[in-house]
């Protein structure tokens, strides 16, 4: 972890209010999918914003933000050329070492929680693993990245709450019908707290989910990201996870 500068190298505008930034940090060596960028907005913004890191390569990294308060919308008007600086790649990224070219996995996320599970989906088609995803929106216009999905060879399930496009209802209803297929062994998940809170309820196989808490320092320090654990403990969002073992967090 250290502190770069970056510069934004494009926006694009993905849907009404989810926007893909491209960044040049000429200092990034890599990271691990689950790993965030924790990025200081300058100006009146005092604390920094943490953003999964989608994509990234040496010198380069991508996130995927959803426009939801003041940060946000700031983060929308820089243009190709802009500066700022930020921490990255920070946190414990997904656990994906011990996965095999025999292990059947599924990625399960909603929102602005499909950007890690795009950069986890990339590193695993590379090891030549098959990846299912199974993705949710609220409606057709709300979509993202499932292209992006089809071109690394995922079997990609959209489903939408209004049946707009995809299959009609919640990614839940894409889990249920997974293990009914009883096809896959290891699940990763992120997005919304209640799609994960039933994510977990339903998969008691292997799995694994990136938590998006609210942070303050990004680092360890302030414990204002403490995640309660089952067995009592509790884990720092930002240092621990954001990636933790599906059924140790108490959701
Ligand atoms: C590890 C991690 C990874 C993340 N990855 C992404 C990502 O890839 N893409 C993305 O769009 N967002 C991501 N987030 C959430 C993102 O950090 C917040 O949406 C952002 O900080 C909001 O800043 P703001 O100034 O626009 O909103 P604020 O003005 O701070 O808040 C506006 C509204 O958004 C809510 N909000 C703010 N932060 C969060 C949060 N962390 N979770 C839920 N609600 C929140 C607030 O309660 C409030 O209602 C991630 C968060 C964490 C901790
Ligand atoms: S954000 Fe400070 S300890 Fe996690």
């Known amino acids: 972890m250290r502190k770069h500068t970056l510069t934004v190298t494009s926006q694009r505008q993905l849907t009404d209010t989810v926007f893909e930034l491209e960044l040049e940090a000429p200092q990034f060596e890599g990271f691990t999918p689950g790993q965030f960028a924790f990025l200081d907005l300058g100006g009146s913004y005092s604390l920094a914003r943490p953003f999964s890191i989608a994509d990234g390569s040496k010198g380069m990294c991508t996130i995927v933000y959803k426009r939801v308060g003041a940060g946000t919308e700031a983060m929308t008007s820089l243009q190709p050329g802009a500066k700022l600086t930020g921490m990255l790649p920070l946190g414990t990224g997904f656990e994906i070492y011990h996965l095999s070219t025999e292990t059947r996995v599924v990625l399960v996320g909603g929102g602005v929680g499909i950007p890690p599970l795009f950069a986890l989906a990339k590193v695993l088609r590379g090891r030549g693993i098959d990846v299912c995803v199974v993705i949710g929106f609220a409606t057709t216009s709300e979509r993202f990245y499932e292209a992006r999905f089809v ?81 009592g403990d509790s884990k720092r969002i930002c240092c621990d996870g954001p990636a933790f073992a599906l059924q140790e967090v108490a959701l």
């Open 151 to 231: 071109e690394l060879g995922c079997d990609v399930r959209v489903y939408t709450n209004d049946g707009s496009y995809g299959r009609r209802g919640l990614v839940i209803d894409g889990v249920a019908a997974l293990l009914q297929e009883d096809a896959h062994d290891v699940l990763y998940t992120c997005g919304p707290h209640g799609m994960m809170k039933a994510v977990q309820a339903l998969w008691k196989k292997e799995g694994y989910a990136a938590l998006e808490g609210r942070m303050a320092c990004g680092i360890g320090a302030c414990l204002s990201c403490v995640q309660p654990l089952h067995d």
